[in-house]
T-cell receptor, first 115, second 111 residues
């Protein structure tokens, strides 16, 4: 019974294509995130939604568009894929304010390879 | 300069060894600190929080030095299963509400 689930786990696609990654959490959390982990293993936040409202939007190309139909789902759509988009994309959720700190739960990751 | 910096390693140690990782952070407004563990091709998972007074969880000891802005993780009696990447994570609540991850320190424990 996975707490944060994302699909697909692996995705190989050609440059220029448009693709989506879906994420769902069953933890009842209000906040969801998308993180990108590149080849250098640096995990960097892209977006965060709190109860369907965008609260963090880092410097990310506008080819990336998150969508949150409800607080349990946060999908990531990527237009016109480029080689540099190849990375692992992690969805995550948390409940801000719960001690200690901001404990975050990650999905298993989506391995995107653009060829 | 990255906001959270770690030595990427790898640290290659024999079973039973004691190994220490350090992490420095640049934003003095940082409020909470954590160590996460990430296994190869897996998602990061919380290992332990780091408290100002220092805290221990079994073979793992975490310490925080706010004056010098660094965090440490000590692993005693290393096991093969400790092989992973250890991520230093900092939380700050200013205009945003987010965790900042270091790029991780890789640990390899050999038999």
């Amino acid at each position: 019974d996975t707490a944060v689930s994302q699909t697909p786990k692996y995705l190989v696609t050609q440059m220029g294509n448009d693709k989506s990654i879906k994420c769902e959490q069953n933890l009842g959390h209000d906040t969801m995130y998308w993180y990108k982990q590149d080849s250098k293993k640096f995990l960097k936040i892209m977006f965060s939604y709190n109860n369907k409202e965008l609260i963090i939007n880092e410097t990310v190309p506008n080819r990336f568009s998150p969508k949150s139909p409800d607080k349990a789902h946060l999908n990531l759509h990527i237009n016109s894929l480029e080689l540099g988009d190849s990375a692992v994309y992690f969805c995550a959720s948390s409940q801000p304010g719960q001690a200690p700190g901001n404990t975050i739960y990650f999905g298993e990751g989506s391995w995107l390879t653009v060829v | 300069r990255k906001e959270v910096e770690q030595d990427p390693g790898p640290f290659n140690v024999p079973e039973g060894a004691t190994v220490a990782f350090n992490c420095t952070y640049s934003n003095s407004a940082s409020q909470s600190f954590f160590w996460y563990r990430q296994d190869c091709r897996k998602e990061p998972k919380l290992l332990m929080s780091v408290y100002s007074s220092g805290n221990e969880d079994g073979r793992f000891t975490a310490q925080l030095n706010r004056a010098s802005q660094y965090i440490s993780l000590l692993i005693r009696d290393s096991k093969l299963s400790d092989s992973a990447t250890y991520l230093c994570v900092v939380f700050r609540m200013d205009s945003s509400y987010k965790l900042i991850f270091g790029s991780g320190t890789r640990l390899l424990v050999r038999p």
